[in-house]
């Protein structure tokens, strides 16, 4: 129970500091989180500790606004400043290319489906597409709504463990964690259902 109570207590603890931070805490995520997305870092680990400190509604807003900017900025700095190494590296990816002449056809659809497939990097995605022909209005819309479902189903991840440490140390009631654990589970069901409507829409 002790090791618990230790856990529980550093959660806490850590997430009170955030929490005086206030507003420079959460502008801290938001800008470490972009600055990641940039420079080609996955943000899983960002997302589910955005479930850990700020919670499912809290952390997916905040995730969902430090995703699509960092997203969009890629998108600018690979169709503006760095064109010709994303078209480099884009050779020796024939998905890629297979994905440029989708996207001349089809446009957003192309990007919300492969924001939605896992068979597709994110961090490079986002320079990849800044060299085809989509508009950066629909670049920004497909993406944003491509990315919240896994958005959302990381952040449920990470906030698991402590809202199951709050119960161990009897600070919430069980009814909680319960809920918290069907609500994880329906939305990595409904995640998985998107995903893999994407993955055949973008086999066809």
Do not use: C, H
């Amino acid at each position: 129970m002790e090791i618990f109570e230790y856990i529980n207590n550093f959660f806490n603890n850590f997430t009170d500091s955030i929490e005086l931070w206030g507003i420079w805490g959460v502008l801290g995520f938001i800008l470490i989180y972009i600055i990641a997305t940039i420079f080609l870092i996955p943000g899983s680990a960002l997302t589910l500790g955005a479930g850990l400190i700020f919670g499912v509604v809290k952390g997916s807003i905040l995730v969902s606004i430090a995703s699509v900017t960092g997203a969009t900025l890629a998108f600018l700095l690979g169709r503006y400043f760095l064109r010709g190494w994303v078209e480099k590296q884009i050779e020796s990816q024939p998905k890629f290319t297979s994905i440029d002449r989708a996207v001349a056809k089809e446009g957003w659809k192309i990007v919300g489906l492969t924001r939605l497939s896992p068979l597709f990097p994110f961090v490079f995605l986002n320079y990849a597409f800044g060299v085809t022909k989509v508009s950066l209005r629909d670049y920004f819309f497909a993406s944003w709504i491509g990315m919240l479902p896994g958005t959302i189903m990381y952040v449920y991840i990470g906030s698991i463990p402590k809202t199951a440490l709050e119960v161990t140390t009897g600070n919430t009631d069980t009814l909680r964690l319960i809920l918290n654990i069907v609500g994880l589970i329906a939305t990595v069901a409904v995640t998985i259902y998107i995903t893999k409507i994407a993955k055949k829409a973008l086999d066809e």
